[in-house]
């Protein structure tokens, strides 16, 4: 059987968890978690790094730090994952879905400003795929409108976008090491913070509203309830696993880049038109976060993946459009968001993972290629 997913072990994370127990000190902030904050801070010049128990809570962590209130409206993508907008949606504010491009499932940018009014607070670009969304158009539009920019950066660690690193660029990012993720620690994530407004009160509402960090560096002399917050830092067990994970990520990398590549080599040789292959569009960088296929239709794509499964090969679609998600459609304005339905039926992931062989691989692609001749 080949999975769409298996979570990849360096080998030290064991080790290093061992050592986090050993050492007495197993709730958060210990030599873990700083030394993680500090391998973001210093590898990708993140102004400060915090970690969570998931990039949901970092989400959940921004719309605190940008102080969404009931009525505000935040601009998002229709085609994401629900925690982008829960976030959101637990401190009342009204999301505003804006559609996909046409040839990526990121958020078309030279369409949201007429989704802005008076009470548009902030945008959240989702880097889809870890492929940067049109960034300098989007902060410009931020600048001119006074916005807050949140990058939803769950997919885009280690990616770029003309040389600055994704997360890098918004006021506020957050990144997830959930285990579909390229670096994992089973359930995690972190808050990048690039605007230094935000440290000290993003500190106190990881702490439970406490200033309980200050007093640690010794800036204070005893801690109390300072704000809101909630309890957002994870163990150190997990920035144990975590760390092992990052130390590795060069290596991790390389290897997603290869398997990528040769997905994508052999699609193009075989002639797959270039509309049923990802797209990346100018300045942006690639961090083999997943690859995708986009089918002619619904059909074609339920056909696709029976296909793939009758060889028990497990390819997966992906988000259904939240603008028509039980939940939202009757909030939703009622514009049609016809390129978020676009992938909504018609994109699928292909198994991706560290440890995929090539002979395995070989076969996934043999497979597909069956399908494609005969369709
Ligand atoms: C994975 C993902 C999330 C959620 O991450 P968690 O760490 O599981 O909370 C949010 N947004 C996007 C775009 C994701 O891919």
Redesign the pocket.
């Known amino acids: 059987m080949i999975p769409f997913n298996k979570p990849f072990l360096t080998g030290k994370e064991t080790v290093y968890i061992q050592q986090a127990v050993a050492s007495g000190k197993i709730s958060g902030d210990g030599m873990f978690t700083k030394k993680c904050h500090q391998f973001f801070e210093e590898r990708f010049g993140f102004k400060k790094c915090l970690l969570t128990t998931?990039?949901?809570d970092a989400l959940e962590m921004a719309a605190i730090l940008i102080n969404i209130q009931p009525g505000d409206e935040v601009i998002m993508p229709s085609y994401?994952?629900v925690?982008?907008a829960n976030a959101f949606v637990l401190r009342g504010a009204k999301i505003v879905f804006a559609d996909s491009e046409k040839d990526t499932p990121n958020m078309d940018v030279t369409k949201l400003e007429s989704l802005i009014t008076p009470r548009t607070k902030a945008i959240v670009p989702?880097h889809y795929a870890g492929v940067g969304c049109d960034m300098d158009s989007l902060m410009k539009l931020a600048e001119k409108y006074n916005l807050f920019v949140v990058e939803?950066a769950?997919?885009a660690i280690d990616s770029w976008y003309k040389g600055k690193p994704l997360g890098g660029i918004g006021h506020l990012a957050a990144f997830?090491f959930?285990e579909t993720?390229n670096v994992i620690a089973g359930?995690g994530?972190m808050l990048a913070i690039n605007d230094p407004r935000f440290v000290e009160r993003a500190e106190i509402i990881r702490e439970k509203g406490t200033n309980r960090s200050a007093f640690f560096r010794g800036e204070v002399d005893k801690y109390g309830w300072v704000d809101v917050g909630s309890s957002f830092l994870p163990s150190e067990v997990i920035a144990a696993f975590l760390f092992a994970q990052l130390e590795h990520l060069t290596d991790i990398q390389d290897q997603r880049k290869l398997l990528w590549k040769k997905y994508d080599d052999a699609f193009r040789a075989a002639g797959i038109a270039a509309s049923h292959l990802p797209f990346l569009p100018e300045g942006c960088y690639n961090n083999a976060h997943m690859y995708y296929l986009v089918l002619d239709s619904l059909d074609q794509r339920t056909a696709f993946i029976d296909h793939c499964k009758s060889a028990d090969i497990h390819p997966v679609f992906h988000y259904l459009s939240l603008h028509k998600s039980p939940f939202y459609h009757e909030k939703h304005d009622g514009r049609e968001l016809v390129n978020a339905d676009f992938f909504t039926d018609r994109l699928v992931r292909l198994p991706f993972y560290y440890t995929l062989s090539p002979s395995d691989q070989d076969f996934v692609i043999a497979r597909i290629l069956q399908f494609f001749k005969k369709s």
Request: aromatic share 6%; net charge negative; glycine share 6%.
């Open positions: 998931s990039c949901t994401t994952f925690s982008t989702v939803d769950a997919q997830s959930h993720k359930e994530g």
